[in-house]
């Protein structure tokens, strides 16, 4: 993830079964919109109901506007199974203030079986919200009523440049989610235009992401990496902010030794066409990042990762300042989660935070990304969120709520 207007959520997509191949690395194919006609989204108003506070809840999603205005996604037990908690906060998350209840579930693993269930949180203005992933609700009061949208399921959505961007599926029976769409809408409107009508995808694809820089905008579309299949990435790429659309290959495809297979399996953006990628070898340890500073056109390898760890998340606060973290875990025993922080465009790293905790049934989340240059958030542990307003060089953590 990135600086906050750029960030791009990752949510999980199960195969429908063998997809086409990447094209070569060096390959790329013009794509132009689709002209179908717009996807159109129920408008039904559902109301929300007042909740039991934030104090037993555990945080999934972060999304925030500026350095002090923020909304905070969380999931607490309830009579139901899982209820979605929402909280806002107006000073950088010193204080948490609790909105209504959204009408959804809310979890990490959402069920694909119908159940109105979402897992991210994002706002594109202070009155216009998404929950999603694979439900979709959207609000146009700042989060105290949600509208539940109907048509496809949504995988992920990002907010760029006054448009909504989404990866979205018609129907879960493959199983999982088929036929992936790219589609768009203005802030607050519920009518979709589609953009590529059938997104390629990996073999076993579990994961989507957007990820935005200004024009340029990156749609991943990852392979699962359990098992002896590949995951190599497949990359769509556009510079006119939707616009026109270029099919790419794995940014990280061509760097490993031979034999070895090695993946993007996350994306951030910086202001200026830059944007990182964390790449993991299929088999093993060595994870490493890669950088374009050219809209994703072509991609440096810039250095490799304190061994040992297993990093998920990457953040860019800018070309040279790049942070990367341990990601979302569930079991039971003690864990301790980390963020490394690089400041030299990811030559060197050093641990900059750790949380040590026991995991309980509700996991460890994980969510790092940069609102500006210098201010980013980073979330270790189910109850607190940590801050740094100096580029990642130090971390405070607060409670939450």
Not at 3 to 26: D, E, M, R, T
Not at 35 to 54: E, Y
Not at 338 to 359: E, M
Request: hydrophobic share 35%; charged share 10%; glycine share 12%.
């Amino acid at each position: 993830m990135g600086i906050s207007s750029l960030i791009g959520v990752v949510v999980v997509l199960a195969s429908c079964g063998p997809s086409p191949h990447s094209p070569s690395h060096a390959s790329t194919t013009s794509i132009a919109p689709t002209t179908s006609s717009p996807v159109t989204t129920s408008t039904t108003t559902t109301t929300s109901v007042s909740g039991s506070g934030l104090a037993a809840s555990s945080l999934q999603d972060l999304s925030w506007l500026s350095t002090t205005e923020g909304w905070a996604l969380a999931t607490q037990a309830c009579a139901t199974g899982s209820c979605a908690r929402l909280a806002y906060t107006t000073d950088g998350g010193d204080q948490w203030q609790q909105l209504p209840d959204p009408p959804t579930a809310a979890s990490r693993d959402c069920p694909l079986n119908g159940t109105t269930c979402v897992s991210g949180v994002r706002f594109a203005t202070s009155m216009v919200g998404y929950l999603f992933g694979p439900s979709l609700l959207m609000t146009t009061d700042g989060g105290h009523t949600w509208q539940l949208q109907a048509g496809p399921l949504v995988e992920t959505l990002t907010v760029a440049d006054g448009v909504v961007f989404r990866v979205a599926y018609g129907h879960s029976g493959c199983p999982g989610p088929c036929q992936p769409t790219l589609q768009e809408a203005p802030f607050g409107s519920g009518t979709w235009q589609t953009l590529i009508g059938q997104l390629s995808t990996p073999d076993r694809s579990s994961l989507a992401q957007i990820v935005a820089s200004g024009q340029d905008l990156l749609v991943a579309m990852y392979g699962s990496q359990a098992g002896p299949f590949s995951a190599q990435a497949t990359v769509y790429r556009s510079t006119d902010v939707g616009g026109s659309w270029q099919l790419m290959s794995d940014p990280c495809a061509v760097q490993g030794p031979s034999g070895v297979e090695e993946d993007l399996i996350d994306l951030a953006g910086a202001p200026g066409g830059f944007f990182a990628g964390l790449c993991s070898p299929h088999v093993g340890t060595g994870s490493f990042v890669m950088t374009s500073t050219d809209g994703g056109s072509s991609w440096q390898k810039v250095g490799a990762l304190p061994a040992g760890q297993i990093l998920n998340e990457l953040a860019a606060a800018s070309s040279s300042t790049l942070a990367v973290s341990t990601g979302a875990t569930s079991g039971a025993g003690p864990f301790t989660a980390q963020v490394f922080v690089s400041t030299d465009g990811g030559q060197r790293w050093t641990r900059a935070a750790s949380d040590s905790q026991q995991i309980t049934s509700m996991g460890v989340p994980a969510w790092l990304g940069f609102e500006t240059s210098q201010v980013g958030r980073w979330i270790g542990d189910p109850h607190s969120v940590w801050t740094t307003d100096d580029g990642g060089n130090h971390w405070t953590q607060a409670p939450f709520p």
